[in-house]
Nanobody, 123 residues
Framework: QVQLVESGGGLVQAGGSLRLSCAAS????????MAWFRQAPGKEREFVSA???????SYADSVKGRFTISKDNDKNTVNLQMNSLKPQDTAVYYC?????????????????WGQGTQVTVSS
């Protein structure tokens, strides 16, 4: 059984930073794509960033240059470093993993999801 557990969310002022982590069990991240999505109240879940099994990264335009995704294959974790946070980044952040090494901005590609971690950015 694949399990994903996010951590690192919290409350931060605009311009601040947070680092989210996603610990995986039951699946080797070195061979699977991973992604972060977020969902704000009243809005649809949206793509934030992804990293393939080969380490190729992608970002939503709204976070490009501010967020950095990385993974530690030894620890089987994926991290999302979020800098220069804005109030519009406020959302529940979810990590997800897919059945192959590839990634997509579409949530339907991913077959396992974490429970989510709240990120709140105050103005």
């Amino acid at each position: 059984q694949v399990q994903l557990v996010e951590s690192g969310g919290g409350l931060v002022q605009a311009g601040g930073s947070l680092r989210l982590s996603c610990a995986a069990s039951g699946r080797t991240l070195a061979r699977h794509g991973m992604a972060w999505f977020r969902q704000a109240p009243g809005k649809e879940r949206e793509f934030v960033s992804a990293i393939s099994g080969y380490g190729i990264t992608s970002y939503a335009d709204s976070v490009k240059g501010r967020f950095t995704i990385s993974k530690d294959n030894d620890k089987n974790t994926v991290n999302l470093q979020m800098n220069s946070l804005k109030p519009q980044d406020t959302a529940v952040y979810y990590c997800a993993t897919g059945p192959s090494s590839g990634t997509s901005y579409k949530s339907t590609l991913y077959d396992y999801w974490g429970q989510g971690t709240q990120v709140t950015v105050s103005s």
